[in-house]
């Protein structure tokens, strides 16, 4: 699984767009991005994933560069709630552990 | 739909003791992942059970085994425990279907402190 990297941490303010960039520039064709994210101490809640179109779902949109050799998770309207660690995790789409880097740390302040 | 259960949520035993671990997977799905956070290692694979099979295996020592019944539940045991073993298991569960995407949903977790 190729590997991936994250800014450590990133700060938004209540109510903007959270723009989280991940950088995954050995990814393989049959690799997807997926995002997760982890509130302290509770399991890693799944957000999106993606292969090389743009995703968006009722909690965030995936933007994948048309190289595939970066990604952004964009949080449209970000609230205190969302403050967690983000993961980006690449990984084939059958089986397969992931893959968890240090991710980015997410403070969404009022 | 139910999501990934796990029990206990709090666990607390001594260096030398075992433990297990139960996990109840989303109804339907056949894959559970296993995986071990810690704050200096964090999340770290430690293997998958598909059809009853270990599907998958991380890199740790013979002390972490598991197990999944013809249900999909699945349990991991810890023997001969070490403080290093204090952590938060999370256990995932996944479809399993081929032809899709495998995407894996996570459990609360049970945290482990070893004294």
């Known amino acids: 699984d190729a590997k991936t990297t994250q800014p450590p941490s990133m700060d938004c303010a209540e109510g903007r767009a959270a723009n989280l960039p991940c950088n995954h520039s050995?990814?393989?064709?049959?690799?997807?991005v997926y995002w997760y994210r982890q509130i302290h101490s509770q399991g890693p809640q799944y957000i999106i994933h993606?292969?090389?179109n743009n995703e968006t779902n009722e909690m965030a949109s995936l933007i994948i560069t048309e190289d595939r050799k970066s990604s952004t998770l964009i949080l449209p309207h970000a609230t205190l709630r969302d403050t967690a660690v983000y993961y980006c995790?690449?990984?084939?789409?059958?089986?397969?552990?992931?893959?968890f880097g240090q991710g980015t740390e997410l403070s969404v302040k009022p | 739909k139910a999501g990934v259960t796990q029990t206990p949520r709090y666990l607390i035993k001594t260096r030398g003791q075992q433990v297990t671990l139960s996990c109840s997977p989303i109804s339907g799905h056949r894959s559970v992942s296993w995986y071990q956070q810690t704050p200096g290692q964090g999340l770290q694979f430690l293997f998958e059970?598909?059809?009853?099979?270990?599907?998958n295996k991380g890199n740790f020592p013979g002390r972490f085994s598991g197990r999944q019944f013809s249900n999909s539940r699945s349990e991991m045991n810890v023997s001969t425990l070490e403080l290093g073993d204090s952590a938060l298991y999370l256990c995932a569960s996944a479809p399993g279907v081929q032809g899709g995407t495998d995407t894996q949903y996570f459990g609360p977790g049970t945290r482990l402190t070893v004294l």
């Open positions: 059970y598909f059809s009853e099979t270990q599907r």
């Open positions: 995790i690449v990984r084939v789409t059958q089986g397969g552990k992931l893959i």
């Open positions: 050995t990814i393989s064709g049959n690799e997807y």
């Open positions: 993606g292969l090389k």
